[in-house]
């Protein structure tokens, strides 16, 4: 069901187109990397005149849930925005940068036990299980990051049967779990592909490509460890910090 | 004879045993099977590794004496001299010499899905235990996976449950 302005309403129309694409955003029914309908769409989806639709939209952009495109249009940017110090709560958010429109491919959903230093780094003894995702991102039909994503899986067995293709695995623990991120460590380095990793992003072995490695924490749990590997040849990144004010 | 049971009656969970990827190394599952049994001093009967494919579907279990088999190959031949220690004890010290050591750390690095043993076997929940009981005697198998709607892996059953069901019987009656 649409919902529609209220033009009884003495809050401006605006706030209230405003408000209601805020939902479809954060609600999930205009999902992140999709483009929004046209101006004039808008207008005609909610008979308010352009003008209206341009500055609900514009505001949109400035805080971050819609970025415009040279030639293509309003995408979905974010489905959330943080306040105080701009936390990265997507991997979509740190990488994509440019590269909007993407699907995932789950390449591997499985449990194991952790191996080499994987116990380390997830702060758990060796002999605890782990799940396991292995994820390849497109953009269009060009393998562009290659993730991998461990779990001790105590902390969440459900993600074992989750619809990890079309909502992201921060959003589940999020919004799903009741898991709050609390701080994520991010660490960027150039890695070497392995012959597996190059087949997959269609790149010769041994290639360079950014390598990021995340640790996420909800308070002092650390919960999820992220290896990812990307191709180099369309790598952009920007980190957004705001001073919370005192 | 086995008092009613079914495999659910006396299954165990998944997660009482190590899980890998079939691609994980048999050295990688060398490791940990000393993490998660000798080092830790738990010694479950069988002492197994459980190896599944990247949709979490079960594959196989890896015994010890399947990880040792892949480390030697000669293991997999024919009978050879060495296992007939009668002959020549002699120049059979050589030959034990020998095992273990050629190529036995390239071949650690080999995937698990190559020694494991393949789960081809299995009971539903409402199976009776000694469906289970038959399936591993017949197929000298040393865990039996129990899969609800013959898909989701929900349990384990071991012979000493079944074992121990059974036998309950023959002493009651």
Request: glycine letters at 4%; a negative charge.
């Amino acid at each position: 069901m649409i919902e529609l302005i209220d033009r009884e309403n003495h809050q401006k129309l605006y706030l209230q187109l405003l408000s209601i694409i805020k939902k479809k955003i954060e609600g999930g029914e205009w999902p992140i990397g999709t483009q929004i309908p046209t101006e004039e769409d808008l207008c005609k989806m909610f008979a308010v005149s352009r003008a209206t639709v341009r500055t609900a939209v514009l505001e949109l952009v400035r805080e971050g849930y819609l970025k415009r495109q040279q030639g293509k249009g309003t995408f979905i940017y974010k489905s959330t925005v943080s306040d105080g110090i701009a936390m990265v709560t997507s991997f979509k958010e740190l990488l994509f940068e440019e590269d909007l429109i993407f699907s995932t491919d789950i390449l591997a959903r499985t449990v194991m036990m952790p191996v080499d230093d994987l116990d380390a780094r997830l702060n758990i003894t060796p002999n605890k299980h782990i799940i396991y995702i292995k994820r390849l991102s497109l953009t269009g039909n060009e393998p562009v990051l290659l993730q991998e994503s461990y779990i001790p899986y105590h902390i969440c067995p459900l993600l074992l049967e989750d619809d990890i293709e079309n909502i992201s695995l921060l959003e589940l623990f999020e919004k799903k779990y009741g898991i709050r991120i609390t701080r994520v460590r991010n660490h960027i380095d150039i890695a070497y592909l392995s012959a597996d990793e190059g087949r997959i992003l269609g790149l010769p072995e041994n290639s360079a490509a950014i390598l990021l490695t995340q640790y996420f924490h909800s308070g002092e749990t650390l919960f999820m460890y992220t290896r990812s590997v990307k191709r180099p040849d369309r790598f952009q990144i920007s980190i957004e910090l705001e001073r919370k004010a005192i | 004879m086995s008092n009613g049971k079914v495999a659910k009656d006396v299954m165990i969970g998944i997660f009482e045993y190590p899980h890998v990827p079939y691609w994980f190394s048999i050295s990688q599952a060398i490791r940990i099977v000393k993490v998660s049994f000798i080092s830790a001093k738990k010694y479950p009967d069988p002492m197994a590794i459980l190896v599944f494919d990247e949709k979490y579907n079960l594959m196989g279990t890896l015994t010890l004496k399947d990880i040792l088999k892949g480390l030697e190959p000669r293991f997999m031949k024919p009978t050879t001299k060495a296992q007939v220690p009668a002959e020549d004890e002699s120049g059979l010290s050589l030959i034990w010499d020998t095992l273990f050591t050629q190529g036995t750390k390239e071949l650690a690095e080999k995937p698990v899905s190559e020694i494991m043993t393949p789960a081809k076997q299995f009971v539903e929940p409402g199976d009776p235990v000694t469906k289970a009981a038959y399936l591993m005697l017949h197929n000298d198998l040393v865990l039996v996976p129990v899969l609800e709607d013959k898909k989701k892996f929900v349990g384990l059953v071991r012979m000493i449950e079944i074992f121990d069901s059974i036998s309950d019987a023959v002493i009651k009656e």
